[in-house]
């Protein structure tokens, strides 16, 4: 019994010492571990000391630091978005010249011209319609409440003329005021045919326009075509540069969209739409001011493609005068937002439609995020040159920028086989004409969400030059 009792004791004691063993090892190495990061927190402190005097307290080198990467932040940005947009629309190029569809497809066309006071225009307007090589159309004007005498005017076309390949049916329709969206969607509903144009009353089409466009209906996918929009009364500082604009900022980007079959706006001033897709889509709607951003994006909703014609040519007078330009600007951002807003559900859930939300999150960036960065970006490397004694960077930032746009321009002029004397507004395109509109697009959009009424307002068509 004893001698059991004594190994028993033996065996706790071996225990009890293994324990304390395994406890002060643990301890060690605990302490070691404590000791350890003790040290490292010592070193950076000690690092953080030294180092503080030359950097948090020389606010001078920190801004100079942090100008010089927002620079570099805010050139990536630019040269990635700008070079992505050009590859894009280099493929599509591409595919174009070899995958284009052949003739040979000729459904029944209704162009639709809905004017408001377009007397000085609309004359010019019906009659480059009548020329067109198309064998198989009709042109509607909806007169929408007009005051001076478009009505009169529009009146000696109607009937049937003589065009090229038959004769071409002109219809008028009288109504009251109501929007460019309803004096659309009167026209719609009066028409028989199967692809209806959507175009202004001042636009001026090219002969082969329809033609071009109308075959990539052949494809049952496809719920609308885009044209290419160029500025008509050319010759003075801004309708020159807005002419740049529509060839290097709105054709590349549509061509980069066309390239996956997703293009955002479909412009006013020449559209072609299946009508069975307008019809799906609820046809126009008269809740925003960007009645032509709102229906694309109803019609990408419900599962259509989208294609860009580049040779359905339309011409379209552009605003001459500095006003009359930011006022045509601040109602296009303030209806780009408005259809954004409209169609916000479709940015947050991609399972209903993912090119809708890819498309609205590239409109969202395109109308908010970029002009602000735009804006912000210019005030900030200026007045850090002008503070810090950098006066040499504004040069080579503009040199930089002015560039890529030379290079752009080239470019996309080469491709639209278009005026080369309107490379050399890419001088100035990016640090005047581009930042004005930016301002423009920002105050519009501050407006807009602080809820200020806007009226639609007119451009004042002068009216004088041809196609």
């Given at each position: 019994?004893?001698?059991?009792?004594?190994?028993?004791?033996?065996?706790?004691?071996?225990?009890?010492?293994?324990?304390?063993?395994?406890?002060?090892?643990?301890?060690?190495?605990?302490?070691?571990?404590?000791?350890?990061?003790?040290?490292?927190?010592?070193?950076?402190?000690?690092?953080?000391?030294?180092?503080?005097?030359?950097?948090?307290?020389?606010?001078?080198?920190?801004?100079?630091?942090?100008?010089?990467?927002?620079?570099?932040?805010?050139?990536?940005?630019?040269?990635?978005?700008?070079?992505?947009?050009?590859l894009m629309?280099?493929?599509y190029?591409?595919?174009y010249?070899?995958?284009?569809?052949?003739?040979?497809?000729?459904?029944?066309?209704?162009?639709?011209?809905?004017?408001?006071?377009?007397?000085?225009?609309?004359?010019?307007?019906?009659?480059?319609?009548?020329?067109?090589?198309?064998?198989?159309?009709?042109?509607i004007?909806?007169?929408?409440?007009?005051?001076?005498?478009?009505?009169?005017?529009?009146?000696?076309?109607?009937?049937?003329?003589?065009?090229?390949?038959?004769?071409?049916?002109v219809?008028?329709?009288?109504?009251?005021?109501?929007?460019?969206?309803?004096?659309?969607?009167?026209?719609?509903?009066?028409?028989?045919?199967?692809?209806?144009?959507?175009?202004?009353?001042?636009?001026?089409?090219?002969?082969?326009?329809?033609?071009?466009?109308?075959?990539?209906?052949?494809?049952?996918?496809?719920?609308?075509?885009?044209?290419?929009?160029?500025?008509?009364?050319?010759?003075?500082?801004?309708?020159?540069?807005?002419?740049?604009?529509?060839?290097e900022?709105?054709?590349?980007?549509?061509?980069?969209?066309?390239?996956?079959?997703l293009?955002?706006?479909?412009?006013?001033?020449?559209?072609?739409?299946?009508?069975?897709?307008?019809?799906?889509?609820?046809?126009?709607?008269?809740?925003?001011?960007?009645?032509?951003?709102?229906?694309?994006?109803?019609?990408?909703?419900?599962?259509?493609?989208?294609?860009?014609?580049?040779?359905?040519?339309?011409?379209?007078?552009?605003?001459?005068?500095?006003?009359?330009?930011?006022?045509?600007?601040?109602?296009?951002?303030?209806?780009?937002?408005?259809?954004?807003?409209?169609?916000?559900?479709?940015?947050?859930?991609?399972?209903?439609?993912?090119?809708?939300?890819?498309?609205?999150?590239?409109?969202?960036?395109?109308?908010?995020?970029?002009?602000?960065?735009?804006?912000?970006?210019?005030?900030?490397?200026?007045?850090?040159?002008?503070?810090?004694?950098?006066?040499?960077?504004?040069?080579?930032?503009?040199?930089?920028?002015?560039?890529?746009?030379?290079?752009?321009?080239?470019?996309?002029?080469?491709?639209?086989?278009?005026?080369?004397?309107?490379?050399?507004?890419?001088?100035?395109?990016?640090?005047?004409?581009?930042l004005?509109?930016?301002?423009?697009?920002?105050m519009?959009?501050?407006?807009?969400?602080?809820?200020?009424?806007?009226?639609?307002?007119?451009?004042?068509?002068?009216?004088?030059?041809?196609?």
């Amino acid at each position: 019994m004893e001698l059991n009792q004594e190994i028993k004791r033996t065996e706790i004691l071996l225990e009890n010492g293994e324990a304390e063993s395994q406890t002060n090892g643990s301890s060690q190495r605990y302490l070691r571990r404590i000791l350890i990061n003790g040290a490292i927190s010592l070193f950076l402190i000690l690092v953080i000391i030294y180092t503080l005097p030359k950097t948090v307290l020389d606010v001078k080198s920190l801004l100079e630091y942090s100008t010089i990467v927002a620079l570099v932040i805010f050139l990536f940005i630019l040269l990635f978005r700008y070079f992505a947009i050009l590859l894009m629309a280099y493929l599509y190029i591409n595919q174009y010249t070899y995958d284009v569809p052949l003739g040979g497809y000729f459904p029944f066309v209704s162009i639709l011209v809905p004017v408001y006071n377009e007397e000085k225009v609309v004359l010019d307007s019906i009659k480059s319609l009548l020329e067109l090589n198309y064998p198989n159309y009709e042109i509607i004007v909806i007169n929408d409440g007009s005051t001076d005498k478009t009505k009169k005017v529009a009146e000696t076309m109607v009937g049937y003329q003589k065009g090229k390949y038959s004769d071409v049916k002109v219809s008028l329709i009288n109504k009251p005021n109501g929007g460019k969206a309803k004096a659309l969607n009167a026209g719609i509903k009066l028409s028989k045919a199967e692809i209806v144009l959507c175009m202004d009353g001042d636009s001026q089409l090219s002969p082969d326009s329809v033609k071009l466009a109308v075959r990539h209906f052949a494809n049952r996918e496809i719920g609308a075509v885009a044209g290419n929009v160029k500025v008509l009364n050319r010759g003075k500082l801004f309708t020159d540069l807005q002419a740049l604009e529509y060839i290097e900022g709105l054709n590349m980007a549509r061509s980069a969209q066309s390239f996956v079959r997703l293009v955002n706006i479909i412009p006013g001033p020449i559209g072609f739409f299946r009508k069975k897709a307008i019809e799906e889509a609820g046809y126009y709607s008269s809740d925003t001011f960007a009645e032509d951003a709102d229906l694309t994006l109803k019609i990408l909703a419900n599962g259509w493609k989208i294609y860009y014609e580049p040779n359905s040519i339309s011409f379209t007078e552009a605003p001459a005068k500095l006003q009359q330009l930011l006022k045509q600007r601040y109602r296009w951002t303030r209806g780009i937002i408005q259809s954004i807003r409209k169609h916000k559900k479709l940015m947050f859930n991609p399972s209903i439609n993912f090119g809708d939300t890819f498309i609205l999150w590239t409109m969202f960036y395109e109308a908010l995020i970029w002009p602000a960065m735009n804006i912000a970006a210019n005030l900030f490397f200026i007045i850090a040159a002008i503070a810090f004694g950098f006066s040499s960077l504004i040069f080579f930032w503009w040199a930089g920028l002015a560039l890529l746009d030379l290079v752009t321009a080239l470019y996309c002029i080469a491709v639209e086989k278009e005026e080369f004397r309107l490379v050399g507004y890419s001088i100035i395109y990016r640090m005047f004409f581009i930042l004005i509109i930016d301002i423009c697009k920002a105050m519009s959009t501050i407006e807009e969400f602080i809820g200020i009424r806007m009226s639609w307002g007119k451009l004042e068509r002068v009216g004088s030059a041809k196609a």
